[in-house]
């Protein structure tokens, strides 16, 4: 072996380690030592972007299986998703600065009289864990702040959650008023909480339903292909 080919080969097992360690920090929800790891591969000569993607998206991706096989529970996917974004915090800056594509806009909020948020932070989190660039409108968003957000900027997925059965129709208003503002071709409208169905998705002329983050994530992916 030359001696460049024994040097390449020696630094390639060392950004593996590293990206491999990052993702262990997410798996293992080591907020403390996130940020360091971080720090090393980017110090090693890493990309921002492959950190992100062969480190934190990846795990991500596993808490996402995880979840889906019933390994992990909902705690468990939200301290994964907390632990990654701390590790966002370092990343992204860089990620702006390197001009970094994110994989679409998507807007999400509560409806309108509605104040729960746990479940719609945790679709936020783990959307900007897959690389979207997340926009939070927060709690009891009514219909118009939907709307000003898709005219505001290039929202490309509108994602909509309510907890309450009486606030369900407030996705249909929202829906109803993207129409009116002649935007609804202009964005995908997703929908989530725990009184949704599919049925209801169809009923009010939505593009679609997920019943968890996880599910969200391949949503939202399978909406901009
Ligand atoms: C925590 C909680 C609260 C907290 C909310 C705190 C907060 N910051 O969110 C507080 C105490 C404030 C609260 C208040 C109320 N609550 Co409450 N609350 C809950 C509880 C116990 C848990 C909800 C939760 O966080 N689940 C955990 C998260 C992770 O799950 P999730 O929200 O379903 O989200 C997941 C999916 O649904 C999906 N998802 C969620 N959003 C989205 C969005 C998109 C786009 C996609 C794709 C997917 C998606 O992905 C998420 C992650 O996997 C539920 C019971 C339950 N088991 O759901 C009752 C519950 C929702 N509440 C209920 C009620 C009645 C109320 C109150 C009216 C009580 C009262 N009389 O004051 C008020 C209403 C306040 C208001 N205006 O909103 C009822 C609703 C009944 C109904 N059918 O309408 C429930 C079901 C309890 C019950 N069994 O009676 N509540």
Known sequence: MSELLFYKTIRKGIMEKVLEQIKDCILNFDRDSISGKIQEALDAGIEPQKVLNDGMIAAMAEVGRLFEEGEFFVPEMLVAARTMQTGLTLLKPLLVEAGVKSAGKVALGTVKGDLHDIGKNLVGMMLEGAGFEVIDLGVDVPPERFVEAVQASDVKIIGLSALLTT???????????LKEAGLRGNVKVMLGGAPLTDAYAQEIEADGYAQD???????????LV
């Open 213 to 223: 983050a996880s599910r969200a994530v391949k949503l939202a992916r399978s909406m």
């Open 167 to 177: 606030t369900m129709p407030n996705m249909k208003s929202t829906v109803d008023a």
